[in-house]
Structure formats: structure tokens, C-alpha cells
């Protein structure tokens, strides 16, 4: 540790100098207070002994100094005065000197003991304000990797992280079941290659953190060779799930590094929330594949249902076609053949609405493309015209003028807010109105294009408001008993407004119409 002494009296600081350094101390001296303040500036002294009357400059100027400068703002401070300076040293302490000692020393154990107990203050204080540092880091950490849920994307994320905040040249993760990794820029091929080999499988079996201060002190053609591709040191860190390691994360330096105890901990801390991330990565697309094969089988099974349903139901129209020509059927077998066409209708619009569901999901997985939102509810409302008509019923669009692009999926939303329109006008009665809104507004302090649809319709009963959403549910209720639909019309609305970073939520009142 070093030591400057700062004494307008040359035997005060050679006596001074010759106690510390006998208790193994470095230090420097100087009896000028403006020779004092240069010295602090240029070699950062781990602690200052400051002399408060020098003829050049007082002891408190010097303290004002210091403390002005970000260089040399944390170094401790311990004031030299003599008695009767007690005005001094209460002015000095207010100002934020650490500590202060009267003079003279005596056998200087009093000295010693003061620097001590200021030092390990200090360094606690250096501890905890480091460790706060590294836990808010490391918050941010597990925030900016669990942002998102595409895997190569995570591995990129947590690479720029470790070097940033783990203060690395490079860094790198290798994940060992599917051989995927993801290194910093400037980490050539080879020591990728490296990597993934034979430092990896020691990190992984040892399941602990492996520290090589400097490559070129450790034998094995691995670390040889590292060595000559621009690597002198790492930190290895084994990403663990429950008690088995999926892959190793590297802290990588250009230079021998003897690695603090917060860069350990910063990528053990980034190694901890990467387990978590990949994990939750990984389920995502376990959850992506079989949604795929769940559409996939749902297609399927559709296509395959629709052939034989055509069949029937044209079949049923040529038997109503020629039961007319006959007279017509009796009451109860016309009942009976009118509940089995209705039937057959039914199962045919859910058909459909599976494969629209279907093909929706196929469109949106293409990729977002720069959209007026306006312009296709325009677009909504002049497709809607002819069925608002048959019903009686009055549909007016209200667009608000320069509406922004917004970057989305073309068939799908207009299908969404076709969707809302087409319940709107089903729950609505005749002479109705409907009116189809698109807007500017504000969502938690960001900017939004609200697309709303009201009717002064039938309403939702509020016992029948929560599930609104769910796949295949309907809100029954006296009334609605010839209405059509499936319960896919919502859901699919819901996934839509999300695949675009949005939301839906409605407002609802039984009798007088509800707004989504």
C-alpha cells in the first residue's frame, strides 16, 4: 500500500516515512502542499497524511483539491495538526477528510493504527459499493437476456454483456448437445474451434469456474495454441441447469490477467441468468415446433374433413332440391332435414376458421412489412358495406389524417379488425350503428395507432366477459341462440394484436353495445 505524506516539516516526513515503511508500507513525501496535490494526480496514492498549516498552501485548500478532482476524489485523507487546530479539523472533516491525528506521534503506534482502521473502512465501503454496482449489473443482465427468446439472438446478447460489463476483450459461449456458440468479433476461427474443445470439456467436468492467468505458463497444445491466435488469459465458467453443465462461458483477454474477484463474480453472475435464458429459450422453441406439427395436424385433419363434408352438404341440396319438386317433406322430416343441414353448416364454418387460423399463422411467420393502418380499415369498412345493408344496419369509419406506418402483417390484421366488425354487425340489430375508429393515442408513455370498433349492440353479460379470449368459447346469452360462430374469431384477434406488439381489451354494458 502506498503511503504520501504531505509536511511543510522535512523531519516530520522522514520520520513518518521510516515508521510506514518499517511496517511495510510504500511511500512518498514532499514538504510543499502545491508538489503534494501533483504527486496525488500522478501516482494515485492509496492513502494521503495531510499537514493542515503549510506556508505555500493550506492543508484544507489541498482537501478542497482532491476532493474537486475525479482522480483523486476516493483517496482517504488523514489531517497531521497540532493542538489548539481543533477549528481546523472539525472543517476538514465536514469537507470530507477521513481522519485526523495529533502531533506529535510519540512512538507512532497511534499513526499506524489510525491508517489502519481507515483503510479497512474504506475498502468495506469499496466492497459493498462494488458489489451494489455488480448486482444492479447484473439485474440489467438478467433483464436484456431475457428480453427476447430467440436463442442465437440471446448467445449474442450475452457475449456483448460479459465483455461489457465483465470488462473482457473478448468473450464467448459455447453450448456443447447442439455445438452452437457465439464469440465476440476479433476472436478468430481457430480459438473458436479451440474453445469448443478441450477447454470447454475441463470447465463442463469440473462443473467450477477455471481461472488461466496466462496461457503461456500452462502446458498442452490447447492453450499453445491459443496463445499464438491473440489469447493470454480467460475465465471459464461452466452454464449449469440443475446439476448438469449445457456449455461453458469465456471472459477473454488479450494480455496475462490476474482476474478480480468482480470479474469472476460478474461472469459466474452472467453465467447463472444465462442457464435460465437458454432454458427458457429452448422451451420456446420446443413450444414453436409444436405449434408447428399442432397446425400442421389441424390443416390436415381439415382438408381431410372438408371433402367429405362438401360431399354432404351438396348432397342435401340436390334432396331439398328434388323434395320441392315433390311437394316438400312432412313437418317433422323437413324439422329433422333442417337440423342436419344446420349442422353440417356449422361444421363447416369451423373448418374454416381453423384454416384461417392456420394460414395465419403461416403468414405472420413470413416477417412484418411497412403498413397504413388507415388504408386497410378503409378497406374493412367498404367490404362491410354490402352486409351492413342487408341488415338495416349504419357503419361509418372515422380515420385520423397522417397516421404513421407501423411495421405488421397485411392479411392478418385486416382479417382481425374484419373479425371485430363482422361480431359487431352479428350482435347488433337491425338499424343499428357501427362505427370503425383508427387513432393516435398513448399506451405507458409510448405512442400507439389504436384501431376501435363500437356497436350499440346486445352487449356482453359481465359473468361472460373473462374468457372472452379463450379459444372455441362463446358468450351465450337469450338472444343469440341463431348466431353463428365458433369462439376462433376472438382468439385469433388476441394473437394477432400481439404478434404486432400490441393488445386488445374491450369495454362492454348488456343493452347498450360494447367497443373493442
Known sequence: MRVLIIDDEELNVFLVQQLLEEQQYETLGTTSAIKGLEIARKQIPDLILLDIRMPDMDGLSVLAELRANSTTDKIPVIFLTALGQSADVVKGLQMGADEYITKPFGDGQELVARIGTVMRIRNSEGRAMRLAQLLEALQGVSIAINRGLELVTMLETIVKLTVSVGEFDWAGIVLDDRAQSCFSEGVRPESQNILHQEPMRTVMQLGRTVLVTDISKVAGDSHKALHEYG???????????????????????????????????????????????????????????????????????????????????????????????????????????????????????????????????AMIAKGPEALDVGQVVYQVYESSQLQANVKNQHITVNVADSLPEVRGYLQPLREAIANLVSNAMKYTPENGVITVRASMATHDNHAEVRVEVEDNGLGIPLDRQDRLFEPFYRARQPGTEQISGTGLGLSMVKKVAEQHNGRVWFRSEPGVGSTF
Open 231 to 361: 489469447i493470454s488469459a480467460y475465465i471459464g465458467v461452466p452454464i449449469t441447469l440443475g446439476t448438469q453443465a449445457i456449455g461453458a462461458l469465456y471472459g477473454l483477454c488479450k494480455e496475462p490477467s490476474q482476474f478480480s474477484d468482480e470479474q469472476i463474480k460478474t461472469v459466474e453472475g452472467i453465467a447463472m441468468h444465462a442457464a435460465i435464458g437458454i432454458s427458457n429459450a429452448r422451451l420456446y422453441e420446443q413450444v414453436k415446433m409444436l405449434e408447428e406439427v399442432k397446425s400442421q395436424m389441424l390443416s390436415m385433419g381439415s382438408h381431410d374433413l372438408r371433402n367429405p363434408l362438401t360431399i354432404a352438404l351438396n348432397s342435401l341440396s340436390m334432396m331439398e332440391d328434388e323434395f320441392d319438386q315433390q311437394g316438400g317433406l312432412p313437418p317433422l322430416e323437413d324439422q329433422l332435414f333442417q337440423l342436419a343441414q344446420r349442422a353440417l353448416n356449422q361444421m363447416q364454418t369451423l373448418i374454416d376458421d381453423v384454416l384461417n387460423t392456420g394460414r395465419i399463422e
